[in-house]
């Protein structure tokens, strides 16, 4: 891997490569398309397709689930096989196509099979969306020069969030206004909203390669998630059909060594503590993820006319990446500092109070529904449970993602990020089993049962991390 002294910049660009911004733009228009899409998807679902509140909101965690699962087959393809830049610019493309045949089937003169179209089109753009969002993660974390650039790498990771945030709040805040349009002899104009993000892809797709000369190119290593997975498994078998009379190894992966070298063995451990470190994460993305279904159907049952303006029930989740960047710098500079003084500094510390910060949330919303439930009131209500969630996603989200490409095997960082996203995925799919169950005849006990769980969760994380050592300490 070669770094010229041309990828630098004089002054606050020695610690920011050429590359980076071409990166970062890329990453603000992926969430763009990503959340534009899923701002209007929920109630296109629901008074379009005419699915009723359930089935909308698990077909609508189904597409979430699938969109941060396919990280884990970009990050492969881009780790293993075509590398990161190529792996980007294909599935950039895929990802285009995918939202532009979920526009076209939205324009009923055409009289298309919506239904059949639509979930084809979902399956095409979560196959991209996904395969892009790990990827660009790590090309951007491959820019730096680790250990040499690590404080400019965390600060490069805040900075990732911000514009994560910016597309988020583009996409949230635009889409819902766009819909409203009529178009197509229609009274309403999804086609539009979902369209706008397959042009912004493209536009991503022109920008990457115009950083091309910029960028540094990791070639792509032999399959090493496979070399993972064999690992394991031959460490399980010979642990199991070991002689009893062979000295007994300190770790079972230790087995393994009949058929693999040290050094993956290692690697192999370390991907597994970070694993198990991130086991109980689903939960509290399942209570997160929320926000987007749950919370919007909340807020329908609210008084959206502020006076001089007035908030749709779609645009609500634009609250969260608003919220999420207005409260950056008082994480950076009030709350991680105070936390620093009692001895909370460390990434895990810092996801420790996302997830109460996540459970506080939730405890407010009950406080609203019960609101809702004697009167009609105004949905400046359900603010302040949109800003303690975007608080506890800022201690959370940054800080997992810093810990999995820093903590993780070189060979590997794309996985590592994408199973930070799978994370994601899973908690969506719980939300999809409970939805769909229909379990609950109370919203309250629902989001009782919610904060519950993930306080569980939250212990259980914490044994985790008291027990876990990263790689400097054993160094």
Known sequence: MKLSTENKISGIGRKIPKAVP???????????????????????????????????????????????????????????????????TIMSLVFAAGSGIISISGIELLHLPVIYLTIFGLIISVIGSGSVRANLTAFGGSQYQVPEQNESLKLYFSIQLVFLKMGSLLGRAINPILKEN???????????????????????????????????????????????????????????????????????????????????????????RILIIF?????????????????????????????????????????????????????NYVLFPLLAKIKIHTLLHKIAIGIILCCVAFG??????????????????????????????????????????????????????????????????????VSASKLFSSQIIEYLFFIGVLLVALFVFLFFISKFKNNREEK
């Open 22 to 88: 071409f990166i970062l733009l890329n990453i603000l228009l992926e969430r763009y398309s990503t959340t534009g899409i899923s701002s209007v998807l929920l109630l296109f679902l629901h008074n379009k397709l005419s699915f009723d509140q359930g089935t909308s909101t698990a077909l609508f965690h189904t597409n979430e689930f699938l969109s941060y699962f396919f990280p884990i087959l970009g990050a492969i393809l881009g780790d293993s096989y075509w590398g990161l830049y190529k792996t980007l």
């Open 182 to 272: 009529s178009c197509f002899d229609s009274h309403d104009c999804y086609p539009l909203a979902f369209g706008i993000p397959s042009l912004a892809m493209l536009t991503a797709l022109l920008l990457l390669i115009c950083g091309k000369s910029f960028y540094i190119h990791k070639a792509p290593t032999d399959n090493i998630f496979l070399k993972v997975c064999g690992c394991v498994k031959c460490g399980l078998k010979e642990f199991f059909t070991r002689n009893k009379k062979i000295e007994k190894k300190n770790h079972w992966l230790d087995y393994a060594i009949i058929k693999y070298d040290q050094k993956l063995i290692d690697d192999t451990k370390q991907v597994l």
């Open 279 to 331: 086991s109980p994460m689903p939960i509290y993305w399942a209570v997160y993820m929320q926000q987007s279904s749950k919370w919007i159907f909340q807020a329908t049952r609210t008084n959206g006319n502020i006076g001089w303006f007035t908030i749709k029930p779609d645009q609500m989740i634009a609250l969260n990446p608003l919220f999420s960047i207005l409260l950056m710098a008082f994480c």
């Open 364 to 433: 407010i919303a009950i406080f609203t529904e019960i609101m809702i439930q004697k009167s009609f009131i105004s949905i400046l209500w359900l603010f302040p449970q949109f800003a303690v969630l975007a608080l506890a996603e800022n201690c959370a989200f940054a800080s997992m993602l810093n810990f999995a490409f820093t903590e993780g095997p070189t060979s590997m960082k794309s996985v590592m990020t994408a199973c930070v996203f799978v994370t994601i995925a899973f908690g969506n799919l719980i939300v999809t089993i």
